[in-house]
């Protein structure tokens, strides 16, 4: 989890409020996603950003807004949050050259809407 | 968006090889395999990756079929530490792209 860091680590949130989740990575890649994982479910991509000021959707973008403003972040908003966005959230970033070969993960944000 | 399918469940005993398939028929001509692992709820990790030949690194193989259609992780000496959620995806390794993961495999290594 080098290099990528996730905030808040844990939250907790009442139905219909809004929030950011914050990811920065230091390494200098192009691209970054984000990721939500429900519990016994595979990792499912909500968003992601190809370079600065770029973003596309992924499978499951309903819910949810991005912000790509600079190469190092890349923030995930709830706008109006729902108990069906309780999940632990992973923020991710790839190396992008031919000598890269892995995919660089955050330590996760655990967001529960009650 | 090349996608993978895989057992949504194994089990090895301690001990011996643990071989995890993937198909990926999609695939095209200049993505690659990758395998990831996690473990309860940490980041997944890196395994290994490959685009045409088999590979082999310290933590385990990947077979690729000369098709490409499909692939084998193979741990060959699996411990309780290997008891992970496995996934199988591809991607390119330049540009962007969706990094797509699938359900994974949840492998049990038995004592």
């Known amino acids: 989890n080098a290099g990528v860091t996730q905030t808040p680590k844990f939250q907790v949130l009442k139905t219909g409020q809004s929030m950011t989740l914050q990811c920065a990575q230091d390494?200098?890649?192009?691209?970054m996603y984000w990721y939500r994982q429900d519990p016994g479910m595979g990792l499912r991509l909500i968003y992601y950003?190809?370079?600065?000021?770029?973003?596309d959707k992924g499978e499951v973008p309903n819910g949810y807004n991005v912000s790509r403003l600079n190469k190092r972040e890349f923030s995930l908003r709830l706008e109006s949050a729902a108990p069906s966005q309780t999940s632990v959230y992973f923020c991710?970033?790839?190396?992008?050259?031919?000598?890269?070969?892995?995919?660089?993960f955050g330590e996760g944000s655990w967001l529960t809407v009650v | 968006d090349a996608k993978t399918t895989q057992p949504p469940s194994m089990d090895c005993a301690e001990g011996r090889a643990a071989n995890l398939p993937c198909n990926h028929s999609?695939?095209?001509?200049?993505?690659?395999v990758y395998w990831y692992r996690q473990i309860h709820s940490q980041g997944p990790q890196y395994i290994i990756h490959?685009?045409?030949n088999n590979e082999t690194n310290e933590m385990a193989s990947l077979i690729i079929t000369e098709d490409r259609k499909s692939s084998t992780l193979i741990l060959p000496h699996a411990t309780l530490r290997d008891t992970a959620v496995y996934y199988c995806?591809?991607?390119?390794?330049?540009?962007?792209?969706?990094?797509?993961f699938g359900q994974g495999t949840r492998l049990t290594i038995n004592p």
């Open positions: 991710a970033t790839p190396t992008d050259t031919a000598s890269g070969n892995t995919i660089y």
């Open positions: 390494m200098n890649h192009n691209s």
């Open positions: 950003s190809a370079s600065e000021g770029t973003t």
């Open positions: 999609t695939i095209s001509g200049n993505e690659y």
């Open positions: 490959g685009l045409k």
């Open positions: 995806i591809v991607r390119y390794l330049q540009g962007a792209q969706k990094l797509v």
